[in-house]
């Protein structure tokens, strides 16, 4: 008689607290929360000798969710480092020669019921021109649509739409039509580094915001 072999695909699990940076594509689930996400690809840095303190990190990494390692090993926020814009700035003392950095951050999947897949990304409070980690390379795509809705800590609500052109010359050109409940402090900006068309984010409140988007990309040829 054949035998019957059932296997089980488990992903990592455990509170969202403790939730690591995960590997490229290795998915993570947050059971307290009910909250599923996935790793990207890692940037990496090796401090030289003696070790610089400052680097500059991809633009799709410098988020507010980004998580920093040094050696595997997680890094404090504030206290061991900190980010300014794509700048990463390390505490006195934090590294040594040959230290291996690993700077990186988890996606979130949406799991509420939605009739498409909607990204999520935490807005910070009280910030100028943060990246809001959205961005595209203009040598492939020169037009884009953002539909989004976000919602702050203190329960307003907006939801909207971002279009955002290039003309491959001038500086990227876009405008936000939105309606809210009242207003979240929340307003965004486009700029052009190298490549990117970056969206950046600016909270005039003392609030943090969940923002919710999807975009469509395309390239308009004459």
Request: charged share 20%; no cysteine.
């Amino acid at each position: 008689m054949a035998t019957t072999k059932i296997s089980r695909i488990l992903f990592r699990r455990g509170d969202l607290i403790d939730l690591p940076l995960l590997n490229e594509g290795e998915p993570g689930y947050a059971t307290d929360k009910q909250r599923l996400f996935i790793g990207n690809p890692l940037q990496t840095f090796t401090a030289a000798t003696p070790p610089v303190l400052t680097y500059t990190i991809d633009a799709r990494v410098a988020r507010s969710t980004v998580k920093v390692l040094v050696n595997d090993v997680p890094k404090i926020p504030g206290t061991d480092y900190t980010i300014t814009g794509v700048t990463l700035t390390f505490a006195s003392g934090v590294l040594s020669a040959g230290d291996i950095i690993a700077v990186g951050f988890n996606s979130e999947i949406d799991v509420e019921q939605n009739e498409e897949y909607t990204r999520v990304l935490q807005f910070n409070a009280s910030v100028t021109d943060e990246d809001t980690g959205f961005l595209f390379d203009s040598t492939v795509f020169n037009t884009s649509v953002v539909d989004y809705s976000i919602k702050n800590a203190s329960g307003t609500m907006s939801v909207g739409t971002i279009r955002i052109l290039h003309d491959g010359t001038n500086p990227p050109v876009f405008d936000n039509d939105f309606l809210e409940t009242a207003s979240t402090g929340i307003t965004f900006s486009v700029v052009k580094v190298s490549d990117d068309i970056i969206l950046k984010y600016s909270n005039g409140l003392a609030s943090t915001a969940k923002f919710y988007y999807n975009a469509k990309l395309w390239n308009t040829l004459g």
